[in-house]
């Protein structure tokens, strides 16, 4: 199991930008394959990007393309979330989350670790 903690979450207008960070520990990180998912209030958690083990694919959910970057380093046990253009329909929870499945992962239901979550707030 990995022990995953998001930061870097806060209050941001709108057309702004902001990162967000989950950092991991237990198991070697360069093994997990990584996602942020987002979940606004009264809405089912929504896939957002995820990141294979070696940074070599990324993925993103239709509503970010263009917007947000994913990435990591596996020397820090952290992946970041770069957040561009905030809109306030990014406002959401955001979550972390692992897996040492390899592939293409976009569903919540393929990773078996989260974090706690991170609160963004985009304001208009």
């Known amino acids: 199991q990995v022990h995953l903690v998001e930061s870097g979450g806060g209050l941001v207008q709108a057309g702004g930008s902001l990162r967000v960070s989950c950092t991991a520990s237990?198991?070697?990180?360069?093994?997990?394959?990584m996602g942020w998912f987002r979940q606004a209030t009264g809405k089912e958690r929504e896939f957002v990007a995820s990141?294979?083990?070696?940074?070599?694919?990324?993925y993103y959910g239709e509503s970010v393309k263009g917007r947000f970057t994913i990435s990591r380093d596996n020397a820090k046990n952290t992946v970041y979330l770069q957040m561009n253009s905030l809109k306030p329909e990014d406002t959401a929870v955001y979550y972390c989350?692992?897996?040492?499945?390899?592939?293409?992962?976009?569903?919540?239901?393929?990773?078996?670790?989260w974090g706690q979550g991170t609160q963004v707030t985009v304001s208009s």
């Open positions: 989350a692992a897996d040492l499945a390899i592939g293409v992962r976009i569903r919540p239901a393929d990773f078996g670790s």
């Open positions: 990141i294979s083990r070696l940074a070599g694919g990324t």
């Open positions: 237990g198991r070697a990180f360069s093994s997990y394959t």
